[in-house]
């Protein structure tokens, strides 16, 4: 038999919730939209636009929109913008669990294991999130309106000045405070690479065009201490198989055609967002990955351990798989003795 060779993360042995039937995923995101979003949301009530302008109504968030479409907004992607917004939610309890345990445990513990990096501290309670490709702002309003309390500060970046004067005038409709709510004009990786150096935030969320790898390398160094990514990519013929060249660029694994193809993306991404982050002695912790529509979406957290990092490689694997019978079989890369 002919094999064909694809680098994959293994997780644990576990298989990830992925290429689920529609139906059955429906349901999956419904029960975890009943116990984190408020179900009987109330529709703002909008005046008539001006003329050249429209309103657009999603979650608790209502933006302006010019009907020249100047600025991107994708529709479809309004389950992704949900799924964030939950995922946050399931973050922040996770988060205030941990730092109970802590309080508890900290008599008990040195000073110097609970010492936090400094880049990570900041005034007030909440998170300080950024969403690098803001577009419209949509994302980051829903953030402030739907998690009011959880939020410290929220900074929406893009690069296109157009977008950024979108993102300032919906802020104001939709009356956020401008302490908590910051728009930024600036490229997405140097906005990270900056924040690297003097605050990271414990959120990041990538929702670019296409595939988000140049991006992942400025992410895992700007994301805080068990700090969150939420990350997209639409480049599904890439990851899919399609274009195996292209893949081994961006992501540095080739991918497997065939009936597994879309967990074999999820564990592709997982995979070179891993080896970003073991370059600067970090490691990460999947919270959550699906393959939806066209894109598929990832959560993770970013933790800093070398002695990980040094077993990083036991949990990537080759995936081989034979053309005639469809056979497959992982091939570790190494194991820990």
Request: net charge positive; glycine share 6%; hydrophobic share 35%.
């Given at each position: 038999?002919?094999?064909?060779?694809?680098?994959?993360?293994?997780l644990?042995?576990?298989?990830?919730s992925?290429?689920?039937?529609?139906?059955?995923?429906t349901?999956?995101?419904?029960?975890?939209?009943?116990?984190?979003?408020?179900?009987?949301?109330a529709?703002?009530?909008?005046?008539?636009?001006?003329?050249?302008?429209?309103?657009?109504?999603?979650?608790?968030?209502?933006?302006?929109?010019p009907?020249?479409?100047?600025?991107?907004?994708?529709?479809?992607?309004?389950t992704?913008?949900?799924?964030?917004i939950?995922t946050?939610?399931?973050?922040?309890?996770?988060?205030?669990?941990?730092?109970?345990?802590k309080?508890?445990?900290?008599?008990?513990?040195?000073?110097?294991?609970?010492?936090k990096?400094?880049?990570?501290?900041?005034?007030?309670p909440?998170?300080?999130?950024?969403?690098?490709?803001?577009?419209?702002?949509?994302?980051?309003?829903?953030?402030?309106?739907?998690?009011?309390?959880?939020?410290?500060?929220?900074?929406s970046?893009?690069?296109?000045?157009?977008?950024?004067e979108?993102?300032?005038?919906?802020?104001?409709?939709?009356?956020?405070?401008?302490?908590?709510?910051?728009?930024?004009?600036?490229?997405?990786?140097?906005?990270?690479?900056?924040?690297?150096?003097?605050?990271?935030?414990?959120?990041?969320?990538?929702?670019?065009?296409?595939?988000?790898?140049?991006?992942?390398?400025?992410?895992?160094?700007?994301?805080?201490?068990?700090?969150?990514?939420?990350?997209?990519?639409?480049?599904?013929a890439?990851?899919?198989?399609?274009?195996?060249?292209?893949?081994?660029?961006?992501?540095?694994?080739?991918?497997?055609?065939?009936?597994?193809?879309?967990?074999?993306?999820?564990?592709?991404?997982?995979?070179?967002?891993?080896?970003?982050?073991?370059k600067?002695?970090?490691?990460?912790?999947?919270?959550?990955?699906l393959?939806?529509?066209?894109?598929?979406?990832?959560?993770?957290r970013?933790?800093?351990?070398?002695?990980?990092?040094?077993?990083?490689?036991?949990?990537?694997?080759?995936?081989l798989?034979?053309?005639?019978?469809?056979?497959?079989?992982?091939?570790?890369?190494?194991?820990?003795l």
């Amino acid at each position: 038999c002919c094999w064909m060779l694809v680098g994959l993360l293994r997780l644990a042995s576990s298989r990830l919730s992925t290429t689920q039937p529609k139906t059955k995923l429906t349901r999956t995101i419904q029960s975890i939209h009943k116990r984190f979003m408020s179900t009987e949301q109330a529709t703002p009530s909008v005046a008539e636009p001006a003329k050249g302008w429209k309103y657009i109504t999603e979650g608790q968030a209502t933006i302006m929109f010019p009907d020249d479409n100047a600025v991107f907004y994708n529709k479809a992607m309004e389950t992704n913008r949900d799924l964030s917004i939950m995922t946050t939610k399931i973050f922040m309890d996770i988060l205030n669990k941990e730092q109970e345990t802590k309080a508890t445990s900290s008599s008990s513990s040195s000073s110097s294991a609970q010492r936090k990096d400094k880049r990570d501290i900041h005034d007030g309670p909440g998170i300080r999130i950024l969403e690098a490709l803001s577009a419209t702002g949509l994302r980051s309003i829903r953030y402030c309106k739907e998690i009011p309390e959880g939020i410290h500060s929220i900074v929406s970046n893009d690069i296109d000045p157009a977008a950024v004067e979108s993102i300032r005038r919906n802020f104001d409709y939709n009356n956020l405070n401008p302490s908590v709510a910051i728009p930024n004009l600036g490229d997405a990786c140097m906005v990270m690479y900056e924040s690297s150096r003097t605050h990271r935030y414990d959120l990041i969320d990538l929702d670019p065009y296409g595939s988000p790898s140049v991006f992942l390398d400025a992410a895992v160094q700007a994301v805080s201490e068990g700090g969150m990514l939420g990350i997209t990519a639409t480049d599904m013929a890439v990851l899919c198989g399609n274009y195996p060249e292209s893949c081994w660029a961006k992501y540095a694994s080739l991918p497997l055609r065939g009936g597994s193809c879309h967990e074999a993306a999820l564990r592709i991404l997982l995979y070179s967002i891993e080896l970003h982050a073991n370059k600067y002695k970090r490691h990460i912790v999947p919270m959550f990955a699906l393959s939806i529509d066209y894109y598929i979406r990832v959560f993770v957290r970013v933790y800093t351990s070398p002695a990980e990092v040094r077993n990083s490689f036991s949990k990537v694997s080759r995936g081989l798989r034979c053309p005639i019978c469809h056979s497959f079989h992982l091939n570790s890369v190494g194991r820990i003795l």
